[in-house]
T-cell receptor, first 112, second 113 residues
Framework: AQSVTQPDIHITVSEGASLELRCNYS??????LFWYVQSPGQGLQLLLK??????LVQGIKGFEAEFKRSQSSFNLRKPSVHWSDAAEYFC??????????FGAGTTVTVRA | KAGVTQTPRYLIKTRGQQVTLSCSPI?????VSWYQQTPGQGLQFLFE???????NKGNFPGRFSGRQFSNSRSEMNVSTLELGDSALYLC????????????FGPGTRLLVL
């Protein structure tokens, strides 16, 4: 069965600084990988996804992620964080069983 | 295109009652999935439906059930509510449910007293 680990529960970053959120997955075959963002009291919004091809994927809001098969990782990055990026971020892996398996999430706090 | 809609958005019930939550997928989407989100357990998969058939089910007790109608709308039901069922219940839809993005609704916040 597939699984996801997000090692960082909480990250605090200054506005304008860079951000990197870590995600490690476990799955025997090529996974389908996603990053979602959730603002308080809201549903999940897709930031980006990886299915195949170019391992560096671009998403919305200036986010990008890199798939590294050798490290089983799919880390999310943003070069310059805005106050509106404060939210909870979830990495998810999909397989061929019609479900997503989510990591525990990373809460991002942006300080002025 | 309208997004995934869920009703009601908020619900308060007492232990022992039952509850039905509704999800309307994006037009043209035939796969609907349900997830439970709690602070302790995170996001957990409940079940997935496609063309009125359940194709996968998560590790939840039989009190949790669902169904999908011919217009792809889905409902989930929780019987004999327990305090631990308090959660945000999220619905997601996609075209076929296979190797594609799932789009999430805003969720239904259930509080069991």
């Amino acid at each position: 069965a597939q699984s996801v680990t997000q090692p960082d529960i909480h990250i605090t970053v200054s506005e304008g600084a860079s951000l990197e959120l870590r995600c490690n997955y476990s799955y025997g075959a090529t996974p389908y990988l996603f990053w979602y963002v959730q603002s308080p009291g809201q549903g999940l919004q897709l930031l980006l996804k990886y299915f195949s091809g170019d391992t560096l994927v671009q998403g919305i809001k200036g986010f990008e992620a890199e798939f590294k098969r050798s490290q089983s990782s799919f880390n999310l990055r943003k070069p310059s964080v805005h106050w509106s990026d404060a939210a909870e971020y979830f990495c998810a892996v999909g397989a061929n069983d019609y479900k997503l398996s989510f990591g525990a999430g990373t809460t991002v706090t942006v300080r002025a | 295109k309208a997004g995934v809609t869920q009703t009601p958005r908020y619900l308060i019930k007492t232990r022992g009652q039952q509850v039905t939550l509704s999800c309307s997928p994006i037009s043209g989407h035939r796969s609907v999935s349900w997830y439970q989100q709690t602070p302790g357990q995170g996001l957990q998969f409940l079940f997935e439906y496609f063309s009125e058939t359940q194709r996968n089910k998560g590790n939840f007790p039989g009190r949790f059930s669902g169904r999908q109608f011919s217009n792809s709308r889905s409902e989930m039901n929780v019987s004999t509510l327990e305090l631990g069922d308090s959660a945000l219940y999220l619905c997601a839809s996609s075209t076929t449910g296979t190797k594609e993005t799932q789009y999430f609704g805003p969720g239904t916040r259930l509080l069991v007293l």
